[in-house]
């Protein structure tokens, strides 16, 4: 089949749109009795439209894209995972190390060679970590390479 | 003139050593932004916006910042069309045309100096051009009632996906999840927790910067990725300048024709700057005729659509100022901006806010004369640029937007969601989702509540008062006409569009 694309995320946005306006209804009636609009009157609105347009997504999808598949995939993962172990250890490890490691593993995978790619992490990072700290006094985290 | 004492007021404002220094660096990493390949206008503005903000830039000064990247942007855009024959963004496709077509014959100096020319002529053009109309709009504005602009943000919406977006159900739904996400947090009239599933971090809502930059800075990287461009670029040479005074006289009539359909297509809701370069292109090559050689590297060529683009780019701040209503994704992004500043866009910004209003707009005019004077001589400069690998660039700018975010809350969580939002970014891109949608429904979706709940409690209940008023009636009309109209207009549009990249000989 195709068109799976649009099929599946109208299916899913189908489930959001209902548990959407479901959790809506659940809330207790504001204090001073019910208005004509209450907090749940927009969000249930919403939910309506969104029911509406995920049902045509699935009735009237569109081509599919072309996804990425094997290598082209792993690489997306990968720089996902970059992305957030960079967010994980910037506060631990500090800012230049996480830097260096961050950008440099990025360029890597997209084809830099590794001395090189690791050389512009580093650098790119020790500039804009005086930029900021020095410059903009702005702090970043020094991490490791704190000096008490 | 009453319109002349305020522009005189916001040149008082702009000229100061403080704003000047900040409109000079935004009009440099503007243009720096718009030469590269793969990054945009709206990227760009969505990147420095938290850098304003960590900054603590007084409002007037955050907005001319910003206001200098976008129209650099534009002005940058034009380098890769020309050299590499790659637009940067859509609007820089027309350029592509007889730019390239003129650097392969050993005229890249002229055809980079003239579209410069061309560029702060249409910048000019739709600058007055916003001087002369957004006062008047922003009156008008004034008589409109909570009804009519529950209808005019249905308007945005509705013709946001402009006309030539493909699927405009599939804007309806980026619209309404955008609105979704700004339900999240409490409620500001009756303190009901939404959304917030008793996590501390969302009772005050998703914050749209997050939003903005994790949508288009970290899925730009996730599609560079995928596609993997490749590393360097053949070298491009400039050559010597050949352009005579002679010539850049002739193209005066184009300048004017280019920058003033540019700016009215700016203005239009939904048109835009990729219809602003268009519609002067097209025009061009039907009032010259056979005197002209479109396509093959005339002059006129890349005057037209360069005048165009940035006539638009003005124009597009028309609605934005007056309306509070966004005509563009980069717009959208600066919309964002004021209203972080605590600043609610509309009429009465005009009154109320006149020092930034006028600030930003002289700050236009005085950003498109640092541009020219900046493009000129640094050409040099930005086409070495168009040689580094984006393997090397794309991962700091990815850093950059970290730094940015961190630097606001110093909280980690707030770049997990960042991420979040860059991967939901990379799948809603893929399927063709727009993303300006989901980002304008977050800024408006809270005024739009604000002011559906004002119009009933006016009206007692009665939803009838949603389209009462012939101003209300007409604005629904129009935002049916903007969902109608991409199924009619949308496809021949966009078939002339890729007729005539096809036309022209040199491109593949």
């Known amino acids: 089949m195709t068109s799976f694309g649009d099929r599946i995320l109208g299916l899913g946005l189908l489930v959001l749109a209902v548990a959407y306006g479901w959790a809506a209804q659940q809330w207790p009636e504001p204090f001073g009795g019910a208005e004509s609009v209450g907090p749940e009157t927009f969000p249930t609105i919403l939910s309506v439209v969104l029911v509406a347009g995920s049902l045509y997504l699935m009735i009237k999808p569109d081509p599919d894209a072309q996804w990425p598949i094997g290598k082209s995939a792993l690489e997306l993962v990968v720089s996902v995972v970059v992305l957030i172990v960079y967010a994980l250890l910037l506060e631990p490890l500090g800012f230049i190390i996480a830097t260096t490691l961050a950008v440099g593993t990025l360029s890597w995978r997209m084809g830099a060679v590794p001395n090189r790619a690791f050389l512009t992490g580093l650098i790119s990072a020790v500039v804009v970590f005086v930029l900021f700290n020095h410059g903009l006094s702005l702090s970043l985290p020094a991490g490791l390479l704190e000096v008490n | 003139m009453e319109t002349l004492g305020f522009l005189m007021e916001g040149f008082a404002v702009a000229l100061t050593p403080y704003n000047l220094m900040f409109a000079l660096f935004g009009a440099f990493v503007g243009t720096l932004i718009g030469c590269l390949p793969g990054l945009g206008p709206a990227n760009g503005v969505a990147i420095l916006i938290p850098l304003a903000f960590t900054l603590g830039l007084p409002p007037e000064t955050a907005m001319i910042l910003l206001t200098a990247v976008y129209a650099g942007a534009m002005y940058g855009g034009r380098i890769s069309s020309i050299l590499l024959n790659i637009p940067g963004d859509e609007p820089a496709m027309m350029t592509c045309l007889d730019g390239y077509p003129m650097a392969q014959k050993g005229r890249a100096a002229d055809a980079l100096a003239v579209s410069a020319i061309a560029s702060f002529a249409g910048g000019l053009i739709g600058t007055i051009g916003l001087i ?51 339900t999240v947090g409490i409620d500001i009239s009756t303190g009901t927790q ?315």
């Open chain 2, 132 to 182: 002369m109309l957004a006062p008047v709009l922003a009156k008008f504005a004034l008589t409109f009632g909570p009804a009519e602009y529950f209808a005019l943000f249905l308007l945005a919406f509705a013709t946001l996906g402009g006309i030539t977006g493909k699927n405009p159900m599939k804007t309806v739904v980026a619209a309404t999840l955008g609105i979704m996400i700004s």
């Open chain 2, 194 to 508: 939404r959304y917030t599933f008793g996590v501390l971090e969302l009772y005050e809502g998703i914050d749209f910067i997050l939003a903005i930059v994790g949508l288009f800075a970290i899925s730009e990287l996730l599609f560079f990725v995928e596609h993997r461009m490749g590393g360097g670029r053949e070298k491009m040479t400039v050559g010597k300048l050949s352009l005579t005074f002679k010539e850049l006289v002739t193209t005066i009539p184009t300048q004017l024709r280019g920058g003033i359909l540019g700016f009215i297509s700016g203005v239009l809701p939904g048109a835009g700057a990729s219809l602003g370069s268009f519609i002067s292109y097209t025009l061009e090559k039907q009032v010259l005729g056979k005197k002209g050689k479109f396509g093959e590297g005339d002059i006129r060529g890349v005057v037209a659509p360069e005048a165009g683009n940035n006539g638009a780019s003005s124009g597009a701040l028309v609605p934005m100022l007056t309306l509070g209503v966004p005509g563009s994704g980069t717009t959208a992004v600066l919309l964002a901006m004021l209203i972080s500043l605590n600043i609610t866009p509309g009429p009465l910004m005009f009154t109320q806010n006149a020092d930034i209003v006028w600030g930003v707009i002289a700050a236009l005019l005085i950003g498109n004369v640092l541009l020219l004077v900046l493009n000129i001589p640094l050409v040099g400069f930005f086409v070495k640029l168009l040689s580094v690998p984006p393997m090397y660039l794309l991962p700091i700018v990815t850093m950059v937007a970290f730094v940015g975010i961190y630097s606001i809350s110093h909280s980690t969580f707030d770049l997990y969601f960042m991420v979040a939002f860059g991967v939901a970014g990379y799948f809603l891109r893929k399927l063709e989702i727009p993303l300006v949608p989901i980002i304008l429904g977050l800024l408006l979706g809270p005024e739009m509540e604000k002011n559906l709940g004002h119009a009933m409690v006016l009206s007692d209940g009665d939803w009838s008062i949603l389209w009462a008023s012939p101003l209300a009636m007409g604005l629904w009309i129009v935002a049916g006409l903007g969902l109608v109209l991409p199924y009619l207009v949308g496809p021949l549009l966009r078939r002339r569009m890729n007729a005539a990249m096809k036309e022209s000989p040199v491109s593949d």
